[in-house]
């Protein structure tokens, strides 16, 4: 479907392959998601987070090895099935390899081991980007309603908001959306979480589009729920395509700011 970046092969100067398929962060927003959302990772599969020296595994599901890299890709530390809910750093890495826990010693990888990245087209070097500042006491640019029963994407979701000067009015089950419409006539957008489950959410964003049709409704989904689109249906993978997601947050808020009698076209 074209909607997600490729994937590196990481390898040691030997030629020894460390990880076949590694996804690279290199966005705020991606550097941000991570591993969030996923149930597992295996062998074989990895996340670089470039630039980067340090990570933490809060909302992590699984244990992860790290491999620590620094600007003249080499291996400066590793860490080995760092549990959930932990902080690494390490002073000197310019990137931090996600890896399944106990790869590094399968993979025979070891502190002093020069990497090579298999594309290096494919890997931007900036490392400009940084996220918008905005002044603490400054007016919200508008008001998200996030309806989700998904602790740890809410979690995400706020902070990602926060960062764009992007209000959260409230955060509430699907099933409760029409009774939160009726008490919060301020609300810009509405961010729509159909988890597992396609059907149940369109139903709902039919049903909020008949209560508040000037409101544009963005539905977002586990990967599998995003690549089975209905026609005509823009479902995001809420774990995948962040930086989408949120530029279309960002542009319903604006478009809606502009025009409040008219919802965002192609929203669900």
Same mark, same amino acid.
């Given at each position: 479907?074209?909607?997600?970046?490729?994937?590196?092969?990481?390898?040691?100067?030997?030629?020894?392959?460390?990880?076949?398929?590694?996804?690279?962060?290199?966005?705020?927003?991606?550097?941000?998601?991570?591993?969030?959302?996923?149930?597992?990772? $295996?062998?074989?599969?990895? +996340?670089?987070?470039?630039?980067?020296?340090?990570?933490?595994?809060?909302?992590?599901?699984?244990?992860?090895?790290?491999?620590?890299?620094?600007?003249?890709?080499? +291996?400066?530390?590793?860490?080995?099935?760092?549990?959930?809910?932990?902080?690494?750093?390490?002073?000197?890495?310019?990137? +931090?390899?996600?890896? &399944?826990?106990?790869?590094?010693?399968?993979?025979?990888?070891?502190?002093?081991?020069?990497?090579?990245? &298999?594309?290096?087209?494919?890997?931007?070097?900036?490392?400009?980007?940084?996220?918008?500042?905005? &002044?603490?006491?400054?007016?919200?640019?508008?008001?998200?309603?996030?309806?989700?029963?998904?602790?740890?994407?809410?979690?995400?979701?706020?902070?990602?908001?926060?960062?764009?000067?992007?209000?959260?009015?409230?955060?509430? $089950?699907?099933?409760?959306?029409?009774?939160?419409?009726?008490?919060?006539?301020?609300?810009?957008?509405?961010?729509?979480?159909?988890?597992?489950?396609?059907?149940?959410?369109?139903?709902?964003?039919?049903?909020?589009? =008949?209560?508040? $049709?000037?409101?544009?409704?963005?539905?977002?989904?586990?990967?599998?729920?995003?690549?089975?689109?209905?026609?005509?249906?823009?479902?995001?993978?809420?774990?995948?395509?962040?930086?989408?997601?949120?530029?279309?947050?960002?542009?319903?808020?604006?478009?809606?700011?502009?025009?409040?009698?008219?919802?965002?076209?192609?929203? =669900?």
């Amino acid at each position: 479907m074209g909607r997600r970046r490729g994937t590196l092969t990481l390898r040691r100067e030997d030629g020894r392959i460390v990880c076949e398929n590694v996804k690279l962060a290199d966005t705020y927003v991606t550097r941000t998601v991570g591993l969030l959302g996923r149930r597992t990772l $295996p062998p074989g599969q990895g +996340v670089v987070l470039r630039p980067s020296f340090s990570i933490h595994t809060f909302f992590m599901r699984f244990p992860l090895d790290l491999i620590y890299v620094d600007g003249d890709l080499v +291996v400066i530390k590793i860490v080995e099935r760092l549990p959930a809910f932990r902080t690494s750093s390490c002073r000197g890495a310019r990137e +931090v390899v996600e890896l &399944a826990a106990g790869e590094c010693a399968r993979r025979g990888v070891s502190v002093g081991d020069r990497v090579a990245w &298999a594309s290096q087209t494919a890997m931007p070097a900036t490392g400009t980007e940084s996220p918008p500042l905005i &002044a603490p006491d400054s007016e919200p640019r508008g008001r998200v309603l996030v309806a989700s029963r998904d602790a740890r994407f809410v979690k995400l979701v706020r902070f990602l908001l926060d960062g764009k000067g992007i209000e959260t009015a409230a955060v509430v $089950p699907v099933d409760r959306l029409p009774d939160t419409l009726d008490k919060d006539e301020e609300i810009d957008a509405i961010l729509l979480d159909a988890q597992d489950a396609v059907g149940p959410a369109l139903t709902a964003a039919n049903t909020t589009r =008949a209560l508040r $049709p000037e409101v544009p409704i963005i539905v977002v989904g586990e990967s599998h729920v995003a690549d089975r689109s209905p026609a005509g249906v823009r479902i995001y993978d809420k774990w995948n395509e962040a930086d989408e997601l949120l530029a279309a947050v960002e542009e319903a808020v604006h478009e809606h700011d502009l025009d409040p009698e008219a919802p965002l076209d192609g929203s =669900a």
